[in-house]
Structure formats: structure tokens, C-alpha cells
Nanobody
Framework: QVQLVESGGDSVQAGSSLRLSCALS????????IGWFRQAPGKGREGVSC????????YYADSVKGRFIVSRDNAKNIVYLQMDNLQFEDTATYFC??????????????????????????WGKGTLVSVSS
């Protein structure tokens, strides 16, 4: 059973850095996507990044490009989201999610150009990031 568990959220001041972790389990193939999403109070869910696990290519939303970086520890099955120069606008609950279609089934989303939440099949419960200005 696929599971994703986020951790690392905290309350920080603007300009600070945080690293979020997404612990993965239950994947039996490497043809899946890991996305980071965030949802601020009263707002919709925004795709922050989507990573093609097989080749490591990552799409970043314009709002985080140059400040956030995704990395992986394959031995530990963890995907990280390094967030630098955090701003008040980054305050949100952050979720990791996976698009993990059935064997031989194609991805229905072009993750090289977008990171929509509707493409995801599995979700973690989220971790809260609060940035004070």
C-alpha cells in the first residue's frame, strides 16, 4: 500500500530556510511522479513542484523557482523539498502526493509544463509551514 508521510514543517521568520521531507513506502516500480503542493488558508491547492522519479526531472511553479529545490535520498526512500528565502506568502500546509498509475498505464498529465493536483492518486496528510514577516 502506497503511503506518503510529510515532516519538517515549522514556524520561521521571513528569509529563513526549511527542508520538508516526504517518506515514501509501498512503491514497487519507479515510474511515478512525486509532487509537492501547498494550500494556504482560504485558498486553493497550488502545485509547487512535480518530479519524475525515473529521470529526476522536476517542474517548479514560477512562485518558487530559484528558491525551492527537490532532492531525493533513494536509500531512505525520502523526497525532500528545500525551501530557501521563505516569504510570508509561502505560509501554507504542504502536502506531498504521488501519481502512480497502473502497470503500463500512461501518465495523463505532461509534468514538464505543469503540476496539477488532479493528476495525483495518493496524498500525505500535510505539514504546516508558517512564515512571519
Amino acid at each position: 500500500q502506497v503511503q506518503l508521510v510529510e515532516s519538517g514543517g515549522d514556524s520561521v521568520q521571513a528569509g529563513s530556510s526549511l527542508r520538508l521531507s516526504c517518506a515514501l513506502s509501498g512503491f514497487t516500480r519507479d515510474d511515478y511522479i512525486i509532487g509537492w503542493f501547498r494550500q494556504a488558508p482560504g485558498k486553493g491547492r497550488e502545485g509547487v513542484s512535480c518530479t519524475v522519479i525515473r529521470d529526476g526531472s522536476t517542474y517548479y511553479a514560477d512562485s518558487v523557482k530559484g528558491r525551492f529545490i527537490v532532492s531525493r535520498d533513494n536509500a531512505k526512500n525520502i523526497v525532500y523539498l528545500q525551501m530557501d528565502n521563505l516569504q510570508f506568502e509561502d505560509t501554507a500546509t504542504y502536502f506531498c502526493a504521488a501519481d502512480y498509475p497502473g502497470l503500463l498505464s500512461p501518465f495523463l498529465v505532461d509534468y514538464s509544463s505543469s503540476c496539477p493536483s488532479y493528476g495525483m492518486d495518493y496524498w500525505g496528510k500535510g505539514t504546516l509551514v508558517s512564515v512571519s514577516s
